[in-house]
Each structure stands twice: as C-alpha cells, then as structure tokens.
C-alpha cells in the first residue's frame, strides 16, 4: 500500500495543478469583462459632448424659428402700413418695424454665437475620438492577449486532464478509492507532503512515533490532526 503513495502524491499535484488551471479560465472572462466596461466608460466625454451638440443644434433651430416669427410679424406691419390714413399710424408702424429688425439682428448674433460653439464642441468630439481610439486599440490588444491565454489555458487543461487519466491507471486501487473519498471531503487536498514534523496542510507538529512508522512501517498513515494521507519522500543511504 505504502510504495504507491510517490504516485498518488503525483496524482495530488496534478489535481492541484487543474484546479490552478480551472481558477484561471473561470477568473479570465471577469477580466476581460472588466476591461470592457473600463474602456467603454471612457467614452462617455464623446457621448457627453455630441449630447452638447445636439442641444446647441435644438437651440439654433429654436432662434431660426425665432427669426421666422418676427419676419412675419414686420410683414404684417408693411400690409397694415399701406392702409394707414395718418402720418401718426405710419410713423408707428415705422417704429414697430425697426424695433423688430432689431430683434432679428440679436437673435442672429446668438445664432452666430452657437454656430462657433458648435465648431469648439465638434472640435472636442474629434479630439475625444481620436484619443478613445489610441485607449480603446490599447484595451483590445489587452483582451486579445486575455483570450489568447484563456484558449492555452483550455487547452492546457485538455492536456493535463489526460495525464491525470494515465497518472490514476497506474495508482492501487485502494489507494485511488480512499483518495477519491477523501477528495470530496477534504477539498480536493488528500495528500500531505511531510517535510519536516509538520503536516504540510494543516501544519500541525507530527507525534514522533507517528514520524517514526512514516520511514519504518509499510502501513499508510492518516494525519491525527486534519485526516489527510501522509507521504514522505524517503531517500536511500547514498543519497543521505
């Protein structure tokens, strides 16, 4: 039973080397998901500033409309002009035509000042543009590289996956069913590799005796303290 357990300490680090791998795949697409929103986030100063652009385009119509409605309230006056009998009705009227083309003139001047501010916010659109373009490749480029090791990792999990098939033929098959009971149980962690006189799990000290029966005793050996199989490499007398 004991002279299997180099191999079934194989079998345990394969196990902790696919769940390494299974970590990565799952944590990869949260990644790049991120990325997405951050690069997208970015660009919102474009979305802002077209919102701008479309509001100074409503308000020019808005002071066209304007414009529209003095010049035909001052062609009224000119009709109402030609029935006038008295120079008084026609001097008045006079007066309401000047006063309004003195309103087209300000609303003009306005109109003049949203077209420039129009030209500043297009200006500022083309800007944003060209710098979201230079962020965005940048954030692409990372993505490609995140999908292009979340495939290496799919099919590196592929891989090991089938040397965890092979590495399970050659292990006892008691040992393979007492590994698989415990597996559920214990998180996936059976195997304690002993390097010292501690459990390398649970890091309690291991009772001498118990040390002792690890080198001595063909039996397999449970850890008091977290249940674990224990293993230690045990090197012959040249190696020492």
Known sequence: MKEGLDVLYALQLKDDQLKDIEAIIKEIPLKIKALEDERD?????????????????????????????????????????????????????????????????GVE????EKMCESDEIM????????EFKKI??????????????????KNKLTE????????????????????DNLFVKKAGKVVSYVQTDFCGVCNIKIRPQVLSEMILSSDLLICESCGRILFKKIVDEVEE
Request: glycine share 4%.
């Open 41 to 105: 986030s970015r660009s919102d100063v474009i979305e802002k500033a077209k919102k701008k652009l479309q509001h100074n385009g409503e308000e020019r119509k808005k002071l066209e409309r304007e414009i529209t409605v003095i010049k035909d309230k001052i062609a009224k006056y000119k009709e109402q002009m030609k029935k006038v009998t008295t120079n008084k009705e026609y001097q008045g009227f006079s007066n309401e035509i000047k006063f309004e083309e003195a309103n087209i003139i």
């Open 109 to 112: 001047e306005k109109i003049i």
């Open 123 to 130: 200006g500022m659109i083309r800007a944003a543009e060209g």
């Open 136 to 153: 965005a490749d940048a954030y692409n480029q990372q993505i490609q590289d995140m999908l292009a090791n979340l495939d290496y990792h």
């Open 160 to 179: 090991e996956t089938q040397s965890k098939k092979e590495l399970r033929a050659r292990v006892d098959p008691k040992l393979l069913k007492a590994y």
